[in-house]
């Protein structure tokens, strides 16, 4: 079977949104009414060039609940990152792609991934989580597409590259990139219960 994580062609509607929405600033939401009290990820999205993403935000909380398809992948384009293509059907039309570093932002995709979901909340450079909490957002369900398989072997293969440009022998790369990631679920795995 072919690896369709790397194969996948996406038509995209025009150029602005062809290009990965850049997140400001993130964080994690949990609560015991959504989530079972997982740890969901918060994106904070620079939409200074993409007012369309707070029009659709806006209209989530007016009209009922949107249609959205999700894909995991990665763009040519952009080494050392994996992508979550969003490609919202209702209340508006529109793509959104998140392009996330794997060796710096690796634990919101783990948390995306664990979480099954996260929110978007639109924003500006500088936005803050402690500052905007009651900014209008919404929580997106990502449904597991089996991409978690690829994404272990993506990871610990970008975390073994970063220790090996820091000076570490190939098995000591991969030691200090699995026992990372070990950490980094261990934190993912909070979780508020009743």
């Known amino acids: 079977m072919k ?23 993130d964080g994690a939401i949990a609560t015991v009414v959504l ?14 060039k993409r007012t369309d993403i707070e029009d659709m935000v806006k209209a989530h909380k007016i009209l009922p609940p949107g249609d959205v398809k999700i894909q995991w992948g990665r763009i040519r384009k952009l080494e050392n990152t994996v992508s979550l293509i969003l490609q919202f059907q209702r209340p508006s039309e529109i793509l959104i792609i998140l392009g996330f570093n794997v060796t710096n932002q690796g634990i919101l995709v783990e948390q995306i991934l664990k979480a099954k979901s996260l929110y978007l909340q639109p924003g500006r450079t500088g936005d803050k989580l402690s500052t905007t909490m009651d ?22 293969e970008e975390l073994t590259k970063m ?23 261990t934190i993912s795995n909070f979780q508020i219960r009743h």
Do not use: C, M, Y
Not at 3 to 25: D, M, T
Not at 35 to 47: S, V
């Open 3 to 25: 690896n369709r994580w790397h194969k996948v062609e996406v038509a995209l509607p025009n150029q602005v949104s062809g290009e990965p929405v850049p997140i400001v600033a």
């Open 135 to 156: 900014k209008p957002k919404i929580i997106v369900e990502v449904p597991d597409s089996g991409f978690q398989k690829e994404w272990k072997k993506i990871w610990l």
């Open 163 to 185: 220790f090996r440009t820091k000076g570490l022998r190939r098995v000591e790369a991969k030691f200090a990139a699995e026992t990372a990631i070990h950490e980094i679920q």
């Open 35 to 48: 989530g079972e009290g997982r740890l969901i990820p918060l994106l904070i999205l620079d939409i200074s």
